[in-house]
């Protein structure tokens, strides 16, 4: 009896141990294609419209605020008188440096006809030539002075608010108003260290605008930081073209797209998830016409955060690759490709 047994065990272990059935299930994988790095790739980043120029003006001198003589958002030529302090004490101050001047200015050319006369020494000479240029500069600063209490705009712009009220005593360098430029804004976005050790690459720059969604405003580049912020992000300035109409006003946000200008290596974009480690070279899983794979070593040059790898000229744009499950698999083994999610059947539910 124990023998019987014995045997029909055996058989079972020999039918299970034959070939492989011709309908067994073959491992599913999801696949992907090498895409060219670099051609016609754009990268989006939010931005936000500001002025060319934007200063907060304060008066040299210390007083009172007299008037504004510029309401809140009128235009504003370079030159024009915005604000005015009260200038009494510094006309009384240059009125009385000013008879001092007159003074002075006569004692020392009398002394200056005597000397040329030989009624004079040379001491009396230098005594009132340099008294006389100590009392010019005191008069010249007097002047200035008194000019300071007029608060002029340092360009054509904009009053974006007043900063005080008038009556408000001031000291020397308080902010008194806020002006803006008037001439075409810029666009400021905030690229992460990924993008800026890339920066040689930049190709073009471009806006879209919530007012305007159909059209893309190009832009030219201003300058890069190149120190990062706070958020470990660098700021890039864009400039706007003057005749753009209608022109994106200050506070506006935008999107901003950047070209790459592409590599003169040969370079290819993969999904970070295809790469797997075979010792210590990185490889991928190049699947072939009749559904096997084969294994190609890479050389990865970039890993971007947005999932994407940067690989060498070891692959040709349009290969087909595994880009998923790439740890399960062998040289030479046949799998089944995942479809494409239908756009009518999401979740793939049917």
Same mark, same amino acid.
């Given at each position: 009896? =124990?023998?019987?047994?014995? @045997?029909?065990?055996?058989?079972?272990? @020999?039918?299970?141990?034959?070939?492989?059935?011709?309908?067994?299930?073959?491992?599913? @994988?999801?696949?992907?294609?090498?895409? *060219?790095?670099?051609? $016609?790739?754009?990268?989006?980043?939010?931005?936000?419209?500001?002025?060319?120029?934007?200063?907060?003006?304060?008066?040299?001198? *210390?007083?009172? &605020?007299?008037?504004?003589?510029?309401?809140?958002?009128?235009?504003?030529?370079?030159?024009?008188?915005? /604000?005015?302090?009260?200038?009494?004490?510094?006309?009384?101050?240059?009125?009385?440096?000013?008879?001092?001047?007159?003074?002075?200015?006569?004692?020392?050319?009398?002394?200056?006809?005597?000397?040329?006369?030989? *009624?004079?020494?040379?001491?009396?000479?230098?005594?009132?030539?340099?008294? &006389?240029?100590?009392?010019?500069?005191?008069?010249?600063?007097?002047?200035?002075?008194?000019?300071?209490?007029? &608060? =002029?705009?340092?360009?054509?712009?904009?009053?974006?608010?007043?900063?005080?009220?008038?009556?408000?005593?001031?000291?020397?360098? +308080?902010? @008194?108003?806020?002006?803006? !430029?008037?001439?075409?804004?810029? /666009?400021?976005?905030?690229?992460?260290?990924?993008?800026? /050790?890339? =920066?040689?690459?930049?190709?073009?720059?471009?806006?879209?605008?919530?007012?305007?969604?159909?059209?893309?405003? %190009? &832009?030219?580049?201003? $300058?890069? $930081? %190149?120190?990062?912020?706070?958020?470990?992000?660098?700021? #890039?300035?864009?400039?706007?073209?003057?005749?753009?109409?209608?022109?994106?006003?200050?506070?506006?946000?935008? +999107?901003?797209?950047?070209?790459?200008? %592409? !590599?003169?290596?040969?370079?290819?974009?993969?999904?970070?998830?295809?790469?797997?480690?075979?010792?210590?070279?990185?490889? #991928?899983?190049?699947?072939?016409?009749? $559904?096997? #794979?084969?294994?190609?070593?890479v050389q990865v040059l970039h890993l971007h955060s947005d999932g994407t790898a940067v690989v060498g000229p070891q692959l040709t744009a349009g290969e087909r690759i595994v880009t998923a499950g790439v740890h399960s698999l062998h040289e030479g083994q046949k799998v089944a490709p995942m479809t494409d999610a239908s756009t009518t059947n999401v979740g793939g539910l049917l």
């Amino acid at each position: 009896m =124990r023998t019987r047994i014995f @045997v029909w065990v055996s058989l079972l272990a @020999v039918g299970c141990s034959g070939p492989q059935k011709q309908g067994e299930r073959l491992p599913s @994988v999801q696949t992907g294609t090498v895409e *060219a790095y670099g051609e $016609s790739r754009m990268l989006e980043f939010p931005g936000r419209v500001k002025a060319a120029q934007e200063v907060n003006l304060g008066f040299k001198v *210390a007083g009172t &605020l007299q008037r504004f003589l510029v309401a809140e958002g009128e235009a504003v030529r370079q030159g024009q008188v915005l /604000v005015e302090l009260d200038p009494r004490d510094y006309r009384l101050q240059l009125e009385a440096v000013e008879a001092e001047y007159r003074r002075i200015k006569a004692q020392a050319e009398r002394i200056m006809a005597l000397h040329a006369d030989g *009624a004079a020494t040379d001491d009396d000479y230098d005594k009132a030539r340099y008294g &006389l240029q100590q009392i010019e500069a005191k008069y010249r600063n007097c002047k200035n002075q008194l000019a300071d209490t007029e &608060l =002029r705009a340092p360009f054509d712009g904009f009053v974006q608010r007043h900063l005080l009220d008038r009556g408000t005593v001031v000291g020397a360098g +308080m902010p @008194v108003v806020s002006l803006i !430029s008037g001439g075409a804004p810029e /666009v400021e976005i905030n690229i992460p260290g990924s993008e800026y /050790v890339r =920066r040689d690459e930049f190709a073009g720059f471009e806006g879209t605008f919530d007012f305007w969604p159909d059209r893309k405003i %190009p &832009l030219t580049l201003l $300058s890069i $930081s %190149p120190k990062a912020n706070a958020n470990q992000l660098y700021t #890039v300035r864009l400039g706007i073209a003057p005749h753009t109409d209608p022109m994106p006003a200050p506070g506006m946000n935008t +999107m901003v797209g950047i070209t790459f200008r %592409p !590599s003169e290596e040969s370079r290819n974009g993969i999904p970070a998830t295809a790469l797997f480690a075979d010792g210590q070279q990185s490889c #991928v899983w190049l699947l072939n016409a009749d $559904s096997t #794979v084969s294994k190609r070593a890479v050389q990865v040059l970039h890993l971007h955060s947005d999932g994407t790898a940067v690989v060498g000229p070891q692959l040709t744009a349009g290969e087909r690759i595994v880009t998923a499950g790439v740890h399960s698999l062998h040289e030479g083994q046949k799998v089944a490709p995942m479809t494409d999610a239908s756009t009518t059947n999401v979740g793939g539910l049917l």
